[in-house]
Protein backbone atom coordinates (compact mmCIF):
# COMPACT_ATOMS: atom_id res chain seq x y z
CA UNK A 1 0.00 0.00 0.00
CA UNK A 2 1.03 3.77 -1.07
CA UNK A 3 1.90 5.56 2.30
CA UNK A 4 4.18 8.08 4.03
CA UNK A 5 4.54 7.77 7.67
CA UNK A 6 6.03 10.98 9.69
CA UNK A 7 6.99 8.98 12.81
CA UNK A 8 7.27 12.19 15.07
CA UNK A 9 3.94 14.03 15.59
CA UNK A 10 5.34 16.76 17.79
CA UNK A 11 9.11 18.45 17.87
CA UNK A 12 10.69 21.39 20.15
CA UNK A 13 13.70 22.61 19.27
CA UNK A 14 16.13 25.86 20.46
CA UNK A 15 16.39 28.56 18.35
CA UNK A 16 19.63 28.23 16.44
CA UNK A 17 19.91 24.16 16.72
CA UNK A 18 19.44 21.90 13.84
CA UNK A 19 16.33 20.03 12.84
CA UNK A 20 15.86 16.71 11.24
CA UNK A 21 12.04 15.61 10.61
CA UNK A 22 11.80 12.44 9.34
CA UNK A 23 9.83 11.03 6.73
CA UNK A 24 9.48 7.34 5.19
CA UNK A 25 7.33 6.25 2.11
CA UNK A 26 5.76 2.80 0.61
CA UNK A 27 5.71 3.41 -2.74
CA UNK A 28 5.05 1.23 -5.60
CA UNK A 29 6.62 3.11 -8.52
CA UNK A 30 9.73 5.78 -8.62
CA UNK A 31 8.71 8.07 -6.33
CA UNK A 32 8.61 11.99 -6.60
CA UNK A 33 8.90 13.16 -3.25
CA UNK A 34 8.12 16.84 -1.27
CA UNK A 35 7.64 18.61 1.90
CA UNK A 36 5.72 21.21 2.11
CA UNK A 37 5.14 23.72 5.29
CA UNK A 38 2.18 24.82 6.92
CA UNK A 39 2.16 28.24 9.07
CA UNK A 40 -1.59 28.68 10.77
CA UNK A 41 -4.02 30.28 9.00
CA UNK A 42 -1.76 29.24 5.35
CA UNK A 43 -1.74 27.13 2.82
CA UNK A 44 0.70 24.40 2.12
CA UNK A 45 3.98 25.99 0.56
CA UNK A 46 6.39 23.67 -0.77
CA UNK A 47 9.45 24.01 0.77
CA UNK A 48 11.21 21.37 -1.89
CA UNK A 49 10.85 18.25 -3.74
CA UNK A 50 13.05 15.60 -5.10
CA UNK A 51 12.47 14.02 -8.88
CA UNK A 52 15.68 12.46 -9.79
CA UNK A 53 19.35 13.23 -10.08
CA UNK A 54 21.34 14.31 -6.90
CA UNK A 55 19.59 12.92 -4.02
CA UNK A 56 20.47 16.06 -1.75
CA UNK A 57 17.90 18.61 -2.87
CA UNK A 58 18.20 22.24 -1.43
CA UNK A 59 15.48 24.30 -1.19
CA UNK A 60 14.13 27.60 0.21
CA UNK A 61 14.33 28.96 3.62
CA UNK A 62 17.08 27.11 4.45
CA UNK A 63 15.78 23.54 3.97
CA UNK A 64 17.69 20.66 2.51
CA UNK A 65 16.21 17.05 2.32
CA UNK A 66 18.27 13.74 1.22
CA UNK A 67 16.62 10.90 -0.59
CA UNK A 68 17.79 7.16 0.33
CA UNK A 69 16.40 4.67 -1.81
CA UNK A 70 17.24 1.98 0.35
CA UNK A 71 15.99 3.44 3.58
CA UNK A 72 13.01 4.59 2.00
CA UNK A 73 13.53 7.84 3.43
CA UNK A 74 13.33 11.54 2.49
CA UNK A 75 14.45 13.29 5.98
CA UNK A 76 14.49 17.03 6.35
CA UNK A 77 17.08 19.08 7.56
CA UNK A 78 17.82 22.37 8.78
CA UNK A 79 21.39 23.37 10.14
CA UNK A 80 20.25 26.50 12.29
CA UNK A 81 16.50 26.86 13.04
CA UNK A 82 15.07 30.48 13.63
CA UNK A 83 11.91 31.12 15.80
CA UNK A 84 10.07 31.45 12.27
CA UNK A 85 9.93 27.67 11.71
CA UNK A 86 7.98 27.04 13.63
CA UNK A 87 4.78 25.50 11.73
CA UNK A 88 3.33 22.08 10.59
CA UNK A 89 5.48 20.31 8.45
CA UNK A 90 4.41 17.60 5.48
CA UNK A 91 6.17 15.18 3.59
CA UNK A 92 4.30 13.71 0.59
CA UNK A 93 4.50 11.38 -2.18
CA UNK A 94 3.05 11.35 -5.86
CA UNK A 95 4.86 9.88 -9.12
CA UNK A 96 4.74 10.98 -12.72
CA UNK A 97 1.54 9.40 -13.42
CA UNK A 98 -0.45 10.27 -11.08
CA UNK A 99 -1.97 13.75 -9.99
CA UNK A 100 -2.48 12.38 -6.88
CA UNK A 101 0.08 13.46 -3.57
CA UNK A 102 -0.20 11.10 -0.50
CA UNK A 103 0.47 12.88 2.53
CA UNK A 104 1.87 11.70 5.60
CA UNK A 105 0.00 12.82 9.15
CA UNK A 106 2.40 15.97 9.87
CA UNK A 107 5.61 16.61 12.07
CA UNK A 108 4.94 20.13 14.61
CA UNK A 109 7.77 21.98 14.69
CA UNK A 110 7.91 23.92 17.62
CA UNK A 111 10.63 26.35 18.67
CA UNK A 112 12.07 28.06 21.97
CA UNK A 113 13.75 31.50 22.20
CA UNK B 1 4.41 34.86 -5.54
CA UNK B 2 1.01 34.14 -7.32
CA UNK B 3 -1.68 32.90 -4.85
CA UNK B 4 -4.74 30.76 -5.17
CA UNK B 5 -7.72 32.38 -3.58
CA UNK B 6 -10.63 30.55 -1.27
CA UNK B 7 -13.41 31.45 -0.31
CA UNK B 8 -15.16 31.93 1.95
CA UNK B 9 -12.28 30.93 4.77
CA UNK B 10 -14.98 29.36 7.42
CA UNK B 11 -18.16 27.97 6.40
CA UNK B 12 -20.71 26.48 8.81
CA UNK B 13 -23.72 24.52 7.65
CA UNK B 14 -26.21 22.27 8.69
CA UNK B 15 -26.31 18.73 8.13
CA UNK B 16 -28.30 17.41 4.69
CA UNK B 17 -27.81 21.36 3.17
CA UNK B 18 -25.55 21.84 0.01
CA UNK B 19 -22.13 23.45 0.15
CA UNK B 20 -20.32 25.35 -2.45
CA UNK B 21 -16.21 25.94 -2.02
CA UNK B 22 -14.73 28.78 -4.12
CA UNK B 23 -11.53 28.57 -5.17
CA UNK B 24 -9.54 31.25 -7.61
CA UNK B 25 -6.36 29.22 -9.31
CA UNK B 26 -3.58 31.08 -10.39
CA UNK B 27 -4.53 32.43 -14.55
CA UNK B 28 -2.31 30.40 -16.24
CA UNK B 29 -2.89 27.06 -14.58
CA UNK B 30 -4.37 24.10 -16.14
CA UNK B 31 -4.14 21.37 -13.59
CA UNK B 32 -6.66 21.66 -10.48
CA UNK B 33 -7.33 19.96 -7.19
CA UNK B 34 -8.93 19.49 -3.90
CA UNK B 35 -7.39 17.77 -1.25
CA UNK B 36 -9.13 18.59 2.41
CA UNK B 37 -7.56 17.25 6.25
CA UNK B 38 -9.93 16.05 9.14
CA UNK B 39 -8.79 17.70 12.23
CA UNK B 40 -5.88 15.48 13.20
CA UNK B 41 -5.59 13.27 10.30
CA UNK B 42 -3.58 13.14 7.01
CA UNK B 43 -3.91 15.77 3.90
CA UNK B 44 -6.50 13.57 1.64
CA UNK B 45 -6.39 13.78 -2.02
CA UNK B 46 -10.26 14.68 -3.72
CA UNK B 47 -9.88 15.49 -6.59
CA UNK B 48 -7.96 16.28 -9.86
CA UNK B 49 -9.50 18.49 -12.69
CA UNK B 50 -7.58 18.98 -16.16
CA UNK B 51 -9.39 20.36 -19.30
CA UNK B 52 -12.19 20.47 -17.92
CA UNK B 53 -13.28 17.32 -16.91
CA UNK B 54 -12.02 15.02 -13.88
CA UNK B 55 -8.68 13.51 -14.60
CA UNK B 56 -8.23 11.07 -11.15
CA UNK B 57 -10.43 10.93 -8.02
CA UNK B 58 -10.31 9.41 -4.58
CA UNK B 59 -12.54 6.82 -3.11
CA UNK B 60 -14.34 9.64 -0.61
CA UNK B 61 -15.10 11.57 -3.76
CA UNK B 62 -18.21 9.66 -4.10
CA UNK B 63 -21.50 11.16 -6.15
CA UNK B 64 -21.94 13.41 -3.39
CA UNK B 65 -19.12 15.66 -4.77
CA UNK B 66 -18.81 17.24 -7.82
CA UNK B 67 -16.34 20.00 -9.49
CA UNK B 68 -16.98 22.94 -12.03
CA UNK B 69 -14.64 25.21 -13.30
CA UNK B 70 -17.98 27.57 -14.56
CA UNK B 71 -16.50 30.91 -15.83
CA UNK B 72 -12.55 30.13 -16.64
CA UNK B 73 -11.43 31.42 -13.81
CA UNK B 74 -13.44 30.04 -10.71
CA UNK B 75 -13.11 25.92 -9.43
CA UNK B 76 -15.54 24.70 -7.40
CA UNK B 77 -16.08 22.03 -5.05
CA UNK B 78 -20.07 21.27 -4.92
CA UNK B 79 -21.34 18.65 -1.77
CA UNK B 80 -24.97 18.38 -2.18
CA UNK B 81 -26.09 16.52 1.10
CA UNK B 82 -23.42 17.56 3.80
CA UNK B 83 -22.36 14.82 6.26
CA UNK B 84 -20.90 15.48 10.05
CA UNK B 85 -17.87 13.41 8.57
CA UNK B 86 -17.86 16.25 5.80
CA UNK B 87 -16.02 18.69 8.83
CA UNK B 88 -12.73 19.30 7.26
CA UNK B 89 -9.86 21.66 5.84
CA UNK B 90 -10.93 21.54 1.94
CA UNK B 91 -7.73 22.72 0.22
CA UNK B 92 -7.67 23.90 -3.98
CA UNK B 93 -4.38 23.79 -5.52
CA UNK B 94 -3.63 24.27 -9.09
CA UNK B 95 -0.83 23.75 -10.88
CA UNK B 96 0.77 25.42 -14.38
CA UNK B 97 1.68 21.51 -15.79
CA UNK B 98 2.29 17.88 -14.70
CA UNK B 99 3.72 16.02 -11.87
CA UNK B 100 7.02 17.99 -12.01
CA UNK B 101 5.59 21.47 -11.85
CA UNK B 102 5.27 22.73 -8.75
CA UNK B 103 1.92 22.89 -7.02
CA UNK B 104 0.00 25.89 -5.74
CA UNK B 105 -2.51 25.33 -2.23
CA UNK B 106 -4.53 27.81 -1.36
CA UNK B 107 -5.16 28.54 2.63
CA UNK B 108 -7.99 26.46 2.77
CA UNK B 109 -11.81 26.64 3.92
CA UNK B 110 -12.86 25.10 7.08
CA UNK B 111 -15.95 23.55 6.70
CA UNK B 112 -18.32 22.47 10.06
CA UNK B 113 -21.41 20.87 9.58
CA UNK B 114 -23.79 20.74 12.42
Known amino acids: AQSVTQPDIHITVSEGASLELRCNYS??????LFWYVQSPGQGLQLLLKYFSGDTLVQGIKGFEAEFKRSQSSFNLRKPSVHWSDAAEYFCAVGAYNTDKLIFGTGTRLQVFP | EPEVTQTPSHQVTQMGQEVILRCVPISNHLYFYWYRQILGQKVEFLVSFYNNEISEKSEIFDDQFSVERPDGSNFTLKIRSTKLEDSAMYFC????????????FGSGTQLSVL
Open chain 2, 93 to 104: ASRQGRANEKLF
Open chain 1, 27 to 32: YGATPY
